[in-house]
């Protein structure tokens, strides 16, 4: 039997090999890893036609209990010139929507025309109650042109919560999925 004897210096080019074979492949396997602190799963994602906004956050800047989170803000256009806002309050203190301003922007962000938002009455936003607007009266939203696809500026006015501008867009409410959606106040459920 023939014995093979290895010198060390053998062994040490053997062992530096494998260990820079194993430093390779680490590099390899975390470069085409996409691992990353800017991938697109941790970036905030919305996904919903509509736009959340925070009203009245706190002195840190995170909302608190006087925060009016307003979650899916739209204009639904059903037709060229006329549509209603759809979106969901929630807050933690009483509070009023007391009007609504805005105007229409272009295709290249000007000011277009002015809306006109017919709040009929101030919208009570009841503390820990999610208000749904299409479950109100209709705010109805008219403009000489109301064109899908683009968006609108417009002024939030709350009684405690002060003002907020915030940039919506206009969505077609005849596509399939908001086809079905109108405003329709829900029947008092008090019946004695």
Do not use: H, W
Request: with cysteine; aromatic share 4%.
């Amino acid at each position: 039997m023939k014995q093979t004897v290895r010198s060390s210096a053998t062994r040490r080019v053997g062992m530096v090999g494998r260990i820079a074979g194993i430093c390779a492949s680490a590099g390899l396997i975390f470069g085409l890893s996409a691992c990353g602190f800017d991938v697109q799963t941790l970036q905030t994602y919305q996904p919903a036609d509509g736009v959340d906004v925070n009203v009245a956050v706190g002195k840190d800047g995170k909302p608190d209990a006087q925060t009016i989170k307003v979650r899916g803000l739209m204009i639904l256009a059903k037709s060229d010139t006329s549509g209603f806002l759809s979106a969901t309050f929630t807050t933690g203190a009483d509070d009023q929507l007391t009007g609504v301003t805005g105007s229409t922007l272009t295709a290249n962000d000007s000011e277009g025309a002015a809306l006109k938002v017919d709040l009929k009455a101030p919208v009570q936003l009841t503390p820990g109650e999610a208000l749904v607007l299409t479950k109100q009266d209709e705010i109805k939203v008219t403009a000489d042109k109301l064109q899908p696809g683009l968006n609108a500026n417009l002024t939030l006015t709350f009684a405690n919560a002060g003002s907020e501008q915030v940039t919506v867009p206009i969505v077609d409410g005849n596509n399939t999925t908001y086809r079905s959606v109108s405003p329709s106040p829900e029947a008092s459920s008090a019946t004695s």
